[in-house]
């Protein structure tokens, strides 16, 4: 029994021994054999300290164009640090708020070793220290001037160093956490292959002492470009597997993001739409051609420069199979209807196979050549974007300060003018608010001889200015009215006796700036911006067919805010005219020489003896002012193209006004496109002269004529009343009489007169068909 258990004994643990050995063998297998992984290369990458004390040497080399900073934080105990390298040629200041700024971040997974050497190779290009092939030198300093650049050569130091001590596969910081699932943008979401060790998102958006860092840099820095490079990944456009590069760029309007291997779409929408509080749609280009829509030019800027300059001597081939020693590219399209931005796609893949690991030379060589490529493109596409924003001022024309005002010293000039008229003018400021962002309207008043400033028996007259930032040229208009009818300005061979005593009969109230937040943005440097302080379209925000877009409806221009009135400026202008009640209200833009009337919404203008009386005026004015070179009739039908929400078309059929229109002062049509202000702005002294004239004659004609032609038209249409009248001029006697002057009145007189039609059709029938019995039974 004895010898029995100890053979049993040695026999189990034999068996042990054996799984021990097997089990270490698998292991083995596993792949932690030096002999089966590749190690890092250290004749081709640096150790992050000796790749940091390289950079910080170039830095203390080139003080005039680099200087270095860098940034810690912690978080329960771990801490992260940050070197942040800057750019910046010619400055006072490492930080110039007046150039283009672009942010670049390398080295985010720890990993990906090649990003931080690529940081390094574009630094010394930009310090002239390393040089491409056939790259001319002056263009690029010419180029440069107009930049700050910020530089992260490793934003991941703690998972970088993991990876140098042996774990050749962590893409994580220090702690375990992915930086790049650490934002909070729709954190936390898990999709059907969510790997909880490679993707671990953190205890909590920004949980992680690096993310920290970053977002803090990016929005004291507040970029116009930012690139997220990295190398290797699952192919998640292609299906194909490791060992792909992503080159990804969008854009929204002239504000343009820029990544390299971006694993989810979506998030990347999300990510813009939070940043620019809009809706960006994408627009995508395939293999085949680059759609050129009349909105979407800069789609082909950015396709040309960007993808022509990165591949740039490089081979391209659909074939996923191809493995000739080039790169890879493969586009996507993506189906979109509309074209406010844009994604363009590229998946490349570096040549690996044995013969090219053996030989270290050649894998080097091809590295290096790679790198150098890709250096080019991100340099030239950055270039491009610049050129695309606009910033040389050898091509576009920039405000003359000889010719238009500040908007503070417009504001200032035109107060001080009220000051010196107080028996004719008085000034208004109107404030609100809505979700934080707040507006401020002033609004002059005209009238004479009366001893309240808003006589309700006098002829009214409601003007609206700089509704577009853009649009500089109106608010100068506004001003030289207002100096006219003061008596501080004079047109030629005007009669003031006969113009006084027109003056005597109205009440005119000029909005000068209806837009100032957006004007300042203009002052500020985006000379094409037409929309308000948040990015709404003030005439797309009324409520009259509010939110209907066409075809060629572009986002970014048009965006009609989140509902009807839902900006403070149109709450203001719509508070204003319910209250005023005016006879005739005039919208003035500039873009084209045009003079419209109702509608905008559709291509027709309204019925009735009202609209030939405003279009006769219309007339009038193109022949006595402008030799009939403007446009006439209503916006819809005239201009091209429908628009929606506009104030136009409340104030005609909302508010009632009697005469209501749009006029377009002056447009070069011969200007290019990203030419904003010489498109919409007059930029020599006659021009600017003539047009002010001009303009400032026609509204005095507007002052003369219009209470005349509309006494006349009441008149006239006393002798009929039509049901439509009798059941309005009704309901505003009671409207009135118990003050309640709402547009649920306006939809119930819609209701009144779609029932009373009906009934009187079903009538016409009804009798119809009793006569055509009665026919039936006479003949038989």
């Known amino acids: 029994m004895a010898r029995l258990l100890l053979v049993l004994s040695s026999y189990s643990i034999s068996l042990f021994c054996f799984v021990c050995l097997q089990f270490f063998s698998l292991v083995d297998a596993k792949g932690d054999d030096s002999s089966t992984l590749t190690p890092i290369n250290r004749d081709l990458y640096h150790f992050s300290e000796d790749l940091m004390e390289e950079i910080e040497a170039l830095v203390h080399r080139h003080p005039n164009k680099l200087t270095i900073e860098t940034f810690t934080s912690e978080n329960k105990g771990y801490q992260a640090e940050i070197a942040v390298i800057t750019y910046c040629r010619n400055s006072l200041v490492p930080d110039d708020r007046s150039k283009f700024r672009i942010l670049l971040s390398f080295g985010q997974h720890g990993r990906e070793l090649i990003t931080p050497e690529l940081a390094f190779r574009i630094l010394s290009i930009i310090s002239e220290e390393a040089f491409l092939p056939n790259m001319e030198q002056r263009s690029l300093n010419d180029t440069l001037d107009k930049l700050v650049i910020k530089v992260v050569p490793i934003e991941n130091l703690n998972g970088r160093k993991l990876v140098e001590e042996g774990d050749l596969c962590e893409r994580r910081n220090g702690r375990g956490v992915d930086l790049n699932r650490n934002w909070s943008v729709d954190w936390g979401k898990k999709e059907k292959d969510y790997d909880s060790y490679e993707e671990n998102p953190g205890s909590a958006p920004f949980s992680e002492p690096e993310t920290q860092i970053m977002q803090k840099l990016a929005m004291t820095f507040e970029p116009h470009v930012w690139v997220n490079v990295h190398s290797g990944m699952e192919g998640m456009y292609s299906g194909r597997q490791h060992g792909l590069y992503h080159f990804h760029i969008e854009a929204t309007g002239r504000e343009v993001f820029v990544g390299i291997k971006i694993a989810n779409r979506d998030n990347v929408r999300q990510i813009l739409r939070r940043s620019l509080d809009a809706e960006v749609v994408v627009f995508a280009t395939g293999y085949k051609s680059v759609e050129r829509l009349k909105t979407c030019q800069v789609v082909a800027d950015i396709h040309r420069w960007v993808f022509s300059s990165l591949l740039q001597g490089m081979h391209t081939s659909k074939d996923s199979s191809a493995s000739n020693g080039g790169i890879l590219i493969s586009s996507y399209a993506i189906e979109t209807q509309k074209c406010d931005g844009i994604i363009l796609v590229g998946s490349f893949r570096l040549p690996i196979n044995t013969e ?30 610049v050129d695309a924003k606009g910033d040389d001022s050898s091509t576009l024309t920039p405000i003359n300060r000889d010719l238009y005002h500040f908007s503070e010293d417009l504001m200032e000039e035109i107060e001080a003018l009220v000051h010196r008229h107080p028996n004719k003018l008085t000034i208004e400021t109107f404030t609100s608010e809505n979700k934080g962002y707040q507006a401020e309207i002033a609004v002059i008043t005209y009238c004479r001889n009366s001893l309240v400033p808003d006589d309700r028996s006098k002829f009214r007259i409601l003007l609206s200015f700089g509704q577009h930032g853009r649009e ?54 985006d000379l094409c911006e037409r929309r308000n302080g948040r990015g709404v379209d003030l005439n797309r925000n009324w409520s009259v067919d509010w939110g209907k877009k066409e075809k060629d409806y572009d986002s970014y221009e048009e965006n009609p805010g989140s509902a009807p009135f839902s900006e403070p400026e149109t ?31 559709k291509n027709t203008t309204p019925d009735g003896l009202l609209s030939v009386r405003m279009k006769s005026m219309l007339k009038v004015l193109n022949h006595q002012h402008f030799q009939d070179r403007c446009m006439i009739g209503s916006g819809g039908g005239s201009v091209g193209y429908l628009a929606h929400g506009t104030a136009t078309d409340y104030m005609y059929d909302i508010a009632k006004v009697p005469m209501a229109f749009t006029f377009e002062i002056y447009g070069d049509t011969s200007a290019s ?17 003539s047009v002010l004239n001009d303009w400032s ?36 006697d009671r409207r009135n009489r118990y003050g309640k002057k709402t547009e649920m009145l306006e939809l119930g007189l819609q209701e009144i007169r779609a029932y009373y039609r009906l009934f009187m059709l079903s009538c016409v029938l009804l009798m119809f068909m009793f006569c055509t019995q009665n026919f039936k039974e006479q003949v038989s």
């Open 356 to 385: 090219m690991e053996e030989d270290t030379l050649k894998w080097q060589k091809c590295v290096q050549r790679r790198c150098l490529l890709i250096s080019r493109g991100l340099l030239r596409a950055f270039f491009s974007l």
């Open 571 to 601: 709450q203001i202008m719509q508070k204003l005219a319910m209250t005023f009640e005016p006879h005739v209200w005039v919208n003035v833009h500039s873009g084209m020489e045009a003079l419209f009337m109702p509608y905008d919404h």
């Open 673 to 689: 496109s990203k030419d904003c202000f010489r498109m919409f702005n007059p930029i020599d002294h006659a021009t600017f002269n």
């Open 472 to 525: 500089l040229i109106t608010s100068e208009l506004a001003f030289r009215i207002l100096s006219i009818i003061s008596e501080e300005a004079f047109l030629p061979n005007m009669e003031q006796r006969s113009l006084n005593d027109t003056l005597d009969k109205l009440v005119i109230k000029v909005v000068p700036m209806e837009n100032l937040n957006g004007r300042k943005l203009v002052e500020g440097g």
């Open 697 to 732: 004659a026609a509204f005095l004609t507007i002052f003369m004529l219009e209470p005349r032609w509309l006494s006349k038209f009441k008149s006239q249409s006393e002798k009929w009343i039509s049901i439509d009248e009798y059941l309005e001029g009704y309901l505003l």
